[in-house]
């Protein structure tokens, strides 16, 4: 028996595999992201610890056998600052937060984010974890020095479920990493302010990723007896990107994913770190040598849905028909959806980035709202897949996965066929695969998928508004410009 641990920005799930890869149970649990304000998103990171307890013992009281493997996935970014004990020193800092905005722009304006970009491929941003451990270095030094450790969510629970202190490759990719090398790079360091931090960094295990036995205490919460407990080894890793990818058979060069979820993020695979990398996104180091992603995650997915459906007092289950209700351009309704409080990351780095819903009169119905912003973000995925360089075949998973309506206008955007993944939690599925394929073993578990074609009545209409689309980001980009300058 296998679990797969997948610790999303609002959602902890586990899900359980026998030797087969067959789905056998699911539990999963909300978690609450805080605002107090100035920008700054966080969470109670001793929650999320609670959380990911909570689901894997639901999961292990409906298994016929006690698991061999707990395999941990979570959103990356972020600052989550824990002592020796693995003890929260405060919450943590989301990849969401906005706090060191300034930092990024500083760093921007002095050539400090083109030196990381050349040095790890990546484009740093206001909630990667460089610009807020110097904010809380400027802001809370006494909050540094009492933690050992500055990491992710899973290097935290890794950390209290093992005793152990480790990253997986991937998950310590950005911004420290020479993707080459694959270990920290000082240079970035040192460009960042930051060498003096340097021990807060945990080791980095690659290619395969750390993993340890369950620790007495954990096994104890899981309700495990020593004897069960003393089988079940626990790994660190992929990120939720990777994970994802796994879970979705993407691993070929040129092929790629588009994860419709909190995040809209667009990933293709590579076999080369680029000479020159596009200023935004991520470069990922694979569970394999010579394979890297190219991630361009924008800030804000689905999370823009459920504020227009919220604030149009619609529900989910009328969306398909609400998309259905409007034709191709949303009688004209146009969304630039740059949702997020801290700007955008993905296909470009702007801090002072903001949504907007152009082509409002009183004819504009809640199905044009919907569609417009369904529109809006289908061509900032398009946005992004041109800058990360897809070539191949492109899988698509996560929640809004699950919308017909949704898909068809993604591949009809996109003007090419979608693989819709059938894994319902391609996260927690890849972590497993990813954890067996580290020890050495090929379960040649399956990864069914069904296509969605592009509609071909729609390809010049589409193509012609994409264009539209890019004219009126530059444009906006020169508003946000003057606007905060």
Not at 171 to 179: C, H, K, N, V
Not at 326 to 348: H, K, M
Request: proline residues 7%; glycine residues 10%; aromatic residues 6%.
């Amino acid at each position: 028996m296998y679990i797969g641990v997948d610790i999303g920005t609002s959602l902890t799930k586990a899900a359980a595999y026998d030797p087969d890869g067959a789905e056998l149970c699911v539990h999963s649990v909300p978690t609450e992201l805080r605002y107090p304000g100035d920008g700054r998103v966080e969470q109670d990171a001793d929650g999320v610890l609670a959380s990911v307890l909570e689901v894997v013992r639901a999961v292990v009281t409906r298994l016929p056998e006690p698991p061999t493997l707990v395999a941990l996935t979570g959103q990356g970014d972020g600052c989550w600052l824990h002592d020796d004990a693995g003890r929260p020193v405060r919450p943590a800092a989301s990849w969401l937060d906005a706090r060191a905005s300034d930092v990024v722009g500083v760093w921007d304006a002095d050539g400090t984010a083109d030196e990381i970009l050349a040095r790890n491929g990546g484009m740093v941003f206001p909630g990667a974890s460089a610009a807020i451990l110097a904010a809380l270095d400027r802001d809370e030094p006494a909050t540094l020095d009492r933690a050992s450790t500055a990491t992710h969510c899973v290097g935290l629970t890794y950390h209290r479920l093992t005793g152990h202190r480790a990253v997986d490759v991937s998950d310590a990719s950005f911004p420290f990493l020479d993707p080459r090398r694959r270990d920290y790079d000082a240079g970035i360091l040192r460009a960042c302010g930051l060498e003096h931090r340097r021990d807060l960094l945990p080791p980095v295990v690659g290619p395969a990723g750390p993993s340890a036995p369950l620790s007495p205490d954990a096994a104890a919460a899981l309700g495990l007896s020593p004897a069960a407990a003393s089988r079940v080894t626990v790994s660190a890793g992929p990120y939720d990107l990777l994970a994802a990818a796994r879970g979705s058979d993407v691993v070929d060069p040129g092929d790629g994913l588009l994860i419709i979820g909190t995040t809209l993020a667009c990933q293709v695979v590579t076999d080369r770190v680029p000479s020159s990398p596009h200023r935004a996104g991520l470069l990922l180091a694979m569970w394999q040598e010579n394979r890297w992603m190219r991630a361009m995650p924008a800030m804000v997915g689905t999370a823009s849905m459920d504020w227009l459906l919220t604030t149009t007092g619609s529900t989910f289950d009328e969306f398909g028909e609400l998309v259905a209700g409007s034709p191709p351009g949303a009688r004209g309704v146009r969304v630039l959806p740059y949702w997020s409080q801290s700007g955008e990351r993905a296909p470009f780095v702007d801090g002072a980035a903001r949504g907007r819903i152009d082509g409002l009169h009183l004819g504009t119905s809640r199905a044009d709202l919907v569609r417009g912003l369904c529109e809006g973000l289908a061509f900032a995925a398009r946005h992004c897949f041109e800058a990360a360089g897809l070539t191949g075949r492109l899988a698509v998973s996560g929640g809004g996965a699950q919308s017909t309506a949704w898909t068809q206008l993604f591949a009809d955007v996109l003007g090419r066929p979608l693989d819709v993944v059938d894994v319902p939690q391609t996260g927690a599925y890849g972590a497993v695969l990813s954890a067996l394929e580290a020890r050495g073993e090929r379960p040649g578990w399956p990864v069914p998928a069904h296509t969605v074609e592009p509609a071909s009545t729609t390809r010049r209409h589409y193509d012609e508004a994409y264009d539209d689309y890019r004219r009126r980001v530059d444009r906006a980009r020169d508003e946000w410009k003057d606007r905060w300058t």
